[in-house]
């Protein structure tokens, strides 16, 4: 009897699904280039393709789906409070540019 008898598995088709589904969206990241959307719109789009695959490979091929919530949240708490952070100084870096050009560049 193996060590590994007690464990689940998942059905093959479930990884079919997500491979296919990669596949698709990474055919959106290569069609936004194809057509040559530009600015905000492109890398939104980039953007929100990359965090859907990395979504599902997290998901999925490193099992998180299935795990606690405990070690949920200590993977995804981390980055988004370093996204509050980013937010925070973005907003403080804004007034630290107004003030500077306010008094370094106004002088007579």
């Avoid at 698709?24 to 890398?43: M, P």
Wanted: glycine content about 6%.
């Amino acid at each position: 009897m193996s060590a590994v008898s007690g464990s689940q598995q998942h059905p093959i088709g479930l990884y079919f699904k997500v491979w296919g589904l990669l596949f698709v969206l990474s055919a959106f990241s290569y069609l936004v280039d194809f057509f040559h959307v530009q600015g905000v719109l492109r890398w939104s789009l980039i953007l929100i393709l990359m965090v859907a695959k990395a979504g599902l490979i997290v998901a999925i091929f490193m099992h998180m789906r299935w795990e606690r919530i405990a070690l949920i949240s200590a993977i995804l708490l981390p980055p988004l409070c370093l996204l509050v952070l980013c937010g925070l100084m973005f907003v403080e870096s804004d007034y630290v540019f107004l003030n500077r050009m306010l008094h370094f560049t106004l002088r007579p």
